[in-house]
């Protein structure tokens, strides 16, 4: 059950520290209603140092709350242990499981990597150059907690749900929800589900916000299957003519789709069974254990071949790819095919046999992943005539090997990317993870998609922002109340109740049209109204209880078990004195509440409660002239304390009421007109009490309901009608049933008030 608000507008800040017009180093804030949760903590491929990082001295850590890392690439991961050993930052960490897995080997293969590559000299831990330690790895890695797919997190009021992003292993997008706004952020996503990973999923509920990777801008991908052909295609005619093929790879993630595709193929062409296929990085076996470990979170056609047939087979032991660990056993003695990392040929294997086989034209070199801007892959796409050494600057290598790029990056392009948008239908969007000219195209084409929206109320707005540049956008908060506790209960019996009596209801018109059919087949005169359905929009009150942003709704007395909070009541107190007797006093109350309870009437004590919020006593042992009164209530509410000072009013005005003096002495009959048009007040009390137990009883009964002059109207279920009276609160009715629930409804009206009319349930 949730009550919800339009509050007044709040924003919402988006601040790309990095990964905002360009690919590299993703980091961004989101800001909400002072939570702040950060997405990503990559670094930049094609830079070194600490330049590679994001901007993070742009941004107080210190703030963030939760840091929500989507995959394991080191432009979403590496700087991580960064952030959480060497910077303020003090919030919760988290990423799948398989992301954390790998993200372990891959760090420390990345910080062993780029301790060779900026320092010459060797065994580097703890010099100024390394970006972080080894140490600060393990530290940090105890720290990370996981979420699984699908399942939900919260955590000081922001929410989360981890949802399958395809891409790599592991990946994930995230649907925040803060406050009641929603963001989707995307990651690094595919729509494509490939030999062992699942598409990205389109999440169930639609986000306001969506933060979406554009690294292909409006760039068309061919598809997977041309693409597989060109692979093995190239592959097949380079080997055939005596060559060597070298595919640079990224350690994880489209690698183990390649070697699929390859141990696939080999398995196909006994001609090439003689040719070794070498996959070459120190994080070989390791990645592939991991790999092994998590098939149950890959799609159905790896789940079921690693469960085939009984004997239990691993889809990722190859049959024929070797896995060596570096170039120390390679033999290059003829035609291979090497899949070695990393992917951008920045340094390590792949870099090593580029420069070796480089000058013979004989050889290729294919390109499989996203090749970053300043990387040798990037480089060589230019197709340049020499390369430079990595290790001898000074040199340089002729270039006449073959390049191809057959991009098997785990993207969407454009019209994915679209389709995908169409589908989560947000009504912002950011961009990130794109070069700006992609990220530009894709921006034009999507506004132009959505043109005919502009200046609807359905508008989409895209925005591409520039690293530390703020993005900030009005939302009409939504607020949402949970109700708790014995306010729960209640409604909940009340819609039990209305369940029986629905169920009572329609048995009584099932028996009623069996006799209709009986007596006349034709008789079309059946009243569908009958089968009316619970509705919704009742009014609800309690106490609003706001903690961070979630608001509960619950009663008084449930306020310390669901809050901890303590309560204090403040009680009021009146004393007063009256001439008139109690049967006076009672119909004056009467004509301007309807209904009031008489708890108590004995010897000494009169007693009665007004709406069930103000008591009135009457102290009989209290000799003197007229009536010795004490109103009380609790001011838990200003209608508490309006309806307490109505009652008073009345009460002080017995006494001076014509109607009061010609009623002590004539019948009661006479003097009703002149009682009624006393106060001007009273009257508009009266009628706001009926207005709001017909709207009760609309919302229960629907056209059922029919209001009549003189304060009076009809509820007609079936055959039966039920006659009410605003002002006494009689329900005439034959059938019980329907009496009941008439009266219960009635009863409610009288006893629910809407302090907090703005809230509605839905
Ligand atoms: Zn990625
Ligand atoms: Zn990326």
Redesign the pocket.
């Known amino acids: 059950m949730t009550v919800e608000e339009f509050s007044n507008e709040e924003s919402f800040k988006f601040f790309g520290l990095g990964g905002c017009n360009e690919v590299g180093r993703s980091c961004h804030i989101i800001e909400y209603k002072n939570k702040v949760i950060m997405l990503d903590a990559g670094i930049h491929p094609a830079l070194t140092g600490h330049s590679s990082f994001p901007f993070y001295d742009e941004y107080d850590l210190s703030k963030v709350d939760i840091l929500l890392i989507s995959?394991f690439?080191l432009?979403?991961a590496a700087s991580l242990p960064y952030v959480m050993q060497q910077t303020t930052f003090k919030g919760r960490v988290f990423m799948t499981q398989a992301t954390k897995a790998i993200y372990r080997w891959l760090l420390q293969d990345f910080v062993r990597v780029t301790s060779i590559g900026t320092t010459k000299m060797e065994g580097g831990e703890g010099q100024s150059s390394n970006l972080y330690t080894a140490d600060d790895i393990m530290k940090s890695f105890d720290r990370i907690e996981t979420i699984d797919y699908h399942s939900t997190m919260e955590i000081e009021g922001i929410k989360f749900t981890a949802y399958h992003a395809g891409?790599?292993l592991g990946?994930c997008m995230y649907f925040i929800e803060i406050g009641g706004l929603k963001v989707l952020f995307t990651g690094?996503y595919s729509r494509e589900e490939n030999r062992h990973l699942h598409a990205a999923e389109i999440p169930p509920v639609k986000p306001d916000i969506l933060i979406s990777e554009s690294t292909f801008g409006t760039g068309t991908l061919e598809s997977k299957a041309d693409l597989e052909k060109k692979l093995t295609n190239h592959i097949h005619a380079t080997l055939t003519k005596g060559g060597r093929v070298l595919l640079p790879v990224f350690a994880l993630?489209n690698t183990q789709e390649l070697l699929l595709i390859l141990d696939e193929y080999w398995n196909n062409n006994e001609d090439l069974q003689n040719i070794n296929v070498y996959y070459a990085s120190s994080l070989a076996k390791k990645c592939m254990a991991v790999y092994e470990t998590y098939t149950s979170i890959m799609n159905d056609k790896i789940r079921l071949s690693a469960s085939s047939s009984g004997h239990k087979s691993n889809p990722f032991d190859f049959k024929y790819i070797k896995s060596i660990r570096d170039l120390g056993k390679f033999q290059d003695m003829g035609p291979s095919v090497v899949i070695a990392a990393p992917g951008m040929l920045q340094a390590g294997i792949s870099r090593q046999l580029l420069e070796k086989w480089a000058p013979d034209p004989k050889n290729l070199v294919i390109l499989t992943g996203y090749s970053v801007e300043g990387t040798m892959a990037k480089e060589l796409l230019k197709e340049p005539h020499t390369i430079q050494s990595v290790n001898n600057p000074e040199m340089t290598i002729p270039r006449r090997i073959g390049i191809e790029e057959i991009s098997f990056a785990a993207h969407v392009d454009f019209q994915q990317n679209s389709e995908f948008i169409e589908k989560v239908s947000p009504s912002k969007i950011i961009l990130v993870h794109g070069d700006s000219v992609p990220m530009g195209r894709l921006k034009s084409a999507l506004l132009s998609k959505y043109s005919s929206r502009k200046g609807t109320e359905q508008e989409v707005k895209v925005f591409n922002p520039k690293n530390c540049e703020e993005v900030k956008i009005g939302f009409k908060g939504l607020k949402v109340a949970k109700v708790l506790g014995s306010l729960a209960e209640e409604q909940l019996s009340m819609l039990k109740k209305e369940i029986e009596t629905k169920i009572e209801t329609e048995n009584e018109k099932i028996v009623e049209i069996k006799e209709e059919m009986e007596v006349d087949a034709n008789d079309g005169d059946k009243n569908e109204a009958g089968v009316d359905t619970l509705h919704t929009g009742q009014f609800l009150s309690g106490v609003l209880v706001s903690k961070d942003f979630d608001l509960n709704l619950l009663q008084l007395q449930d306020l310390h078990e669901f809050t901890q909070l303590s309560t204090s009541f403040v009680k009021s107190k009146m004393n007063l004195r009256i001439h008139a007797d109690i049967s006076l006093m009672i119909y004056h109350l009467e004509q301007m509440f309807g209904y009031i309870n008489i708890l108590n009437d004995d010897e000494e004590e009169w007693e009665c409660v007004i709406m069930d919020v103000v008591d009135i006593f009457v102290d009989k042992t209290k000799t003197g002239p007229g009536l010795q009164i004490s109103v009380e209530w609790i001011n838990d509410n200003l209608m508490a304390d309006s309806l307490a000072d109505s009652v008073i009013a009345i009460l002080y005005s017995i006494d001076s009421s014509p109607a009061s003096v010609k009623l002590s002495s004539t019948t009661h009959t006479h003097v009703k007109q002149e009682t009624e048009s006393k106060s001007a007040h009273a009257k508009s009390e009266i009628a706001d009490r009926i207005k709001r137990i017909s709207t009760l009883l609309r919302a229960q009964f629907g056209d059922c309901l029919q209001d009549l002059d003189n304060d009076k109207a009809t509820i007609t279920i079936g055959k039966h009608v039920a006659k009410i009276d605003y002002l006494n609160l009689t329900v005439e009715c034959p059938s019980k049933v329907i009496k009941d629930r008439v009266e219960s409804v009635i009863r409610r009206g009288c006893t629910l008030t809407a302090p907090l009319s703005q809230f509605q349930k839905v």
């Open positions: 995959h690439h432009d979403h891409h790599v990946a690094d993630g």
